[in-house]
């Protein structure tokens, strides 16, 4: 107890520490006297925005949160940082009004609150863009903004404000979005930004962003933290949820740290190293997170003949891969990396080009046709094309394997076969809760991501294509996925690791295909596979190569 | 401290207790407290209601409710519907009924033959059914409840056309006395073949790959399709087993009306998928029980069962299923909230 309250005050006395070092800086220039500039500090200590205290947040047979310490400051960033199931997405949820603590106290402004549901959080100013969309995807773009405050005219809705007003608030965001379109045929990086316009409608004094950037591009990513740093300077306080250290450098100020549901530690994010933070999350020293691969290229198995899908998201792309080694497939959002390997398996209509497998002809095989050859695909959309949620983690890892004489015997499966299959497959990668019956969508991010990996490695493949490995995965989490990526690589699989975070790219891959605009722009092998050379091939400026 | 620690472990205690009866609450559903409530009414308010022949009674006329919800489940664990199987029972016992007695007709010797060809031709016509609102919802991706619907309508013009409107007399006897009111071991007909459909299909559904395959494309109809499934077959073959499955049924009936009567099964759609519902299946798809269903099925036979010895009016009767379906399915929500926090 002695030791939580005493990094409570310490808590907030690095910011009162910083509010009266201003007012001591100021108050030297002018000469002032050190009483009054006692006075005055005890005047500028600034009142925390929100204050959590002692939040408990107990589900029936699980305790989610255990006596969390939160404190929230004007005009601050303030990062939530923790694995996957260290209780970040309960914590937020209390805030927001979502669900309601068990025991603990919430202050706002220095008054105590409790807050029942999201409208009343909404009202006092606390707005949340979580990961799970609240969007309406049948209406359009400017009526989902002004849900539940559309703009009316003599009592009817007034559709040429409702437009106007959201083409407003988009071209204050920056997002270069069409008002009228309906949400559903939005990609997901634009239903998120749609979801962020959504929370900058009203003026929010607090506001939770949890892993917005997830599904951004650089650029669009870049304009978020301009908007935030506007937002920083109007007061608003910030919680934010990322993995990316880089995030957490650029834009934050302090960084709670939570383990288990507990209130680990908050630090400022100016004086402490990656490593400290590391430490804290897991309790344990990672020394790398990326594991040593060593490649052994053998005959290629893919090739990729001037490949162009029917919409235009592929335009005569050509690419190999050879057994044991990794390819990463780099690029911005929408510049076909995902659509390539997707077109070989089937899911994108082929305009022309061939694809071999195996020196075998496969151009426009269906998925299932893809897998008897060994060829798996790993969707990045684990919620819509990956996992059935309202199944069992069991179900779901032998699914696509239900037909190899592993599990089947005839049209028959082999139940028993099956449960032991997964129980080991669970164990090799630390299921947490280590449960196989449950519903998939009662586990948190990162053991739903281990349940789609799991989904490969219950048949004979040869051939893996991990689109976006580790969305949304704490680094724990992703050093294990990393090491199993590895370890299929050592064993003579080919790999493509296609992904929007360049470190995975870097360390992981033996070479590198950099997309862009639905064309292939460069091909870098070993050393030159580099933040700069990749980021070179991402954008227009490039193009003459 | 030990007074402290007494007061935690009697909370602890009353806390398991509550525990235990939410866990079986979400184990087993609201269905089996249900059937034990409606047992223990009906059994109070009519002192025939346990006899054994009642018993039977009820079974007998559960079944021909259990065959068509379990071929309703196929329909709802894929995400969809089948209003069309009211239909499907009416224009198989025209057209079975036709086939069977024209065929007698001509060779009134050949029972068997005759009946066995008019059963397949039921058989045929339901099966076709189905594969036609397969073929809509899977390959033209038209609303399930919008081409069920519309074959309904056509299918029960066509019954009606086909007889003029009239039933179809003229079967041999044998038929109705074997499926309609013969017994084997005590047990009637209709209760073995309702019996068999059952293994059949809980075989099917709980230990072959179609199986796990119809939960997989309700589930979550992309990822099924990314792990190498079949979906749009997997989407007809539910369908076909919803128009079979009913089929069997309209040949039942038509067995025990002794005529093909092209006016029946208009309340078996919503009866069907309220048996399903009160047994927990999801009518988004991806989850349900066999075995559930089955009861689901009985649990409707026997309240009307027991309504009727009550001398409960018969407008009150729908009164009364229609506000036990609500309250299922109301506790069936609060069923899924408890489940989501007691996984483990």
């Known amino acids: 107890m002695a030791i939580q309250e005493a990094t409570q005050t310490l808590d907030e006395g690095l910011y009162t520490a910083n509010a009266v070092k201003q007012s001591h800086d100021s108050q030297m220039k002018y000469g002032s006297s050190n009483r009054i500039q006692k006075s005055a500090s005890i005047d500028n200590k600034v009142q925390p925005l929100l204050k959590l205290e002692n939040i408990s947040k107990h589900f029936p047979g699980v305790i989610a949160l255990q006596e969390m310490q939160l404190t929230i400051m004007p005009g601050e960033v303030h990062i939530l940082f923790g694995e996957n199931g260290a209780g970040k997405s309960t914590l937020i949820s209390t805030i927001a009004g979502v669900h309601q603590a068990t025991s603990g106290h919430i202050y706002f402004e220095g008054k105590k609150i409790r807050l029942n549901s999201v409208q009343e959080a909404r009202e006092l100013g606390i707005s949340a863009v979580f990961q799970e969309f609240s969007l309406v995807p049948q209406l359009s773009i400017a009526q989902n903004l002004f849900l539940g405050a559309e703009p009316l005219k003599n009592g009817l809705l007034d559709r040429n404000e409702n437009i106007k007003a959201a083409k407003a608030l988009l071209a204050r965001l920056g997002f270069e979005l069409e008002a009228n379109r309906k949400v559903a045929y939005l990609s997901r990086a634009e239903q998120q930004m749609v979801e962020i316009a959504k929370a900058f409608r009203t003026e929010p004094k607090v506001l939770i962003l949890d892993e917005p950037t997830a599904s951004l591009t650089e650029k669009e990513s870049d304009r978020l933290f301009e908007l935030i740093s506007q937002l920083k300077a109007k007061g608003v306080g910030i919680i934010y949820i990322t993995h990316r250290m880089s995030e957490i450098r650029r834009i934050g100020d302090r960084i709670t740290i939570l383990r288990d549901g507990k209130f680990i530690s908050t630090v400022n994010a100016c004086d402490t190293t990656e490593d400290a933070l590391l430490t804290l999350m897991t309790g344990r020293v990672i020394d790398n997170v990326f594991p040593k691969i060593n490649f052994s290229p053998s005959q290629t198995t893919l090739s990729i003949n001037n490949l162009s899908t029917l919409d235009g998201s592929l335009k005569d792309v050509s690419i190999e891969v050879k057994k044991g080694e990794i390819v990463g497939l780099a690029g911005l959002i929408g510049s076909g990396k995902s659509e390539l390997l997707r077109a070989c398996f089937g899911l994108e209509p082929i305009a022309s080009g061939s694809v071999y497998f195996n020196s075998e002809e496969v151009t426009g095989y269906t998925p299932k046709q893809m897998l008897e050859r060994g060829f798996f695909y790993n969707s990045a959309d684990r919620k819509n094309e990956g996992l059935a949620m309202n199944r069992s983690c069991r179900e779901n890892m032998t699914l696509a394997s239900l037909n190899t004489q592993t599990f089947s015997l005839g049209p028959f499966l082999k139940r028993v076969k099956e449960l032991s299959t997964c129980q080991d497959l669970a164990a090799r990668l630390q299921l947490h809760p280590l449960n196989i019956e449950r519903d998939v969508e009662c586990f948190s991010g990162g053991n739903q991501q281990k349940v789609l990996l799991a989904k490969c490695l219950t048949r004979d493949i040869e051939f893996y294509v991990f689109d976006e490995p580790t969305v949304g995965v704490d680094v724990g989490t992703r050093t294990e996925i990393y090491q199993l990526i590895a370890n299929l690589c050592e064993s003579g699989a080919a790999v493509v690791l296609i992904s929007s975070d360049l470190p995975e790219i870097i360390h992981l891959s033996h070479r590198a295909y950099v997309m862009y605009r639905g064309e292939l722009k460069a091909e870098l092998t070993g050393t030159d596979i580099s933040e700069q050379n990749l980021l070179n091939h991402f954008f227009e400026r490039e193009c003459t190569l | ?344």
């Not at chain 2, 998928?273 to 009518?283: E, T």
Request: aromatic letters at 10%; proline letters at 2%; one cysteine or more.
């Open chain 2, 1 to 344: 401290m030990s007074t402290l620690i007494e007061t935690q472990t009697t909370q602890n205690k009353r806390q398991s207790l509550t525990f235990y009866a939410k866990y079986l609450f979400v184990r087993l559903g609201v269905l089996p407290f249900l059937l034990l409530a409606a047992i223990i009414i009906f059994s109070l308010l009519s002192e025939n209601f346990l006899s054994g022949r009642n018993i039977m009674n009820v079974f007998r006329q559960s079944s021909y409710l259990m065959l068509i919800a379990m071929g309703q489940m196929f329909a709802l664990l894929t995400g969809g519907f089948d209003l069309s199987v009211g239909t499907i029972v009416a224009i198989t016992s025209v057209i079975s009924a036709i086939v069977m007695s024209t065929l007698f007709s001509f060779y009134p010797d050949a029972i068997w033959l005759s009946i066995s060809l008019g059963a397949l031709a039921g058989l045929l016509a339901g099966g076709s059914i189905g594969l036609i609102n397969g073929i809509g919802v899977a390959i033209f991706k038209v609303n399930p409840f919008m081409m069920t619907l519309g074959m309904s309508s056509i299918g029960f013009g066509a019954a009606l056309y086909l007889t003029g409107g009239s039933p179809v007399y003229g079967m041999p006897m044998t038929f109705s006395d074997t499926f309609g009111f013969g017994q084997l071991l005590g047990i009637p007909a209709p209760i073995w073949i309702c019996f068999i459909c059952f293994i059949a299909l809980a075989i099917l559904v709980n230990w072959t790959r179609s199986g796990r395959y119809f939960y997989a494309v309700g589930g979550n109809l992309k990822a099924a399709q990314l792990s190498g499934i079949h979906t749009q077959k997997m989407l007809m073959l539910a369908y076909m087993i919803s128009g079979l499955v009913a089929a069997v049924c309209g040949i039942l009936l038509t067995a025990r009306l002794d005529t093909g009567e092209a006016n029946i099964g208009a309340s078996l759609p919503l009866e069907s998928i309220a048996a399903c519902v009160i047994a927990g299946v999801s009518l988004r798809g991806g989850v349900g029980r066999i075995g559930n269903v089955v009861l689901g099925a009985l649990f409707i036979g026997l309240i009307t069962n027991g309504m009727n010895l009550a001398r409960i009016e018969s407008y009150l009767q729908t009164v009364v299923i229609g506000s036990l379906l609500i309250f299922a399915v109301i506790a069936d929500q609060l069923r899924l909230k408890l489940m989501a926090s007691l996984q483990d």
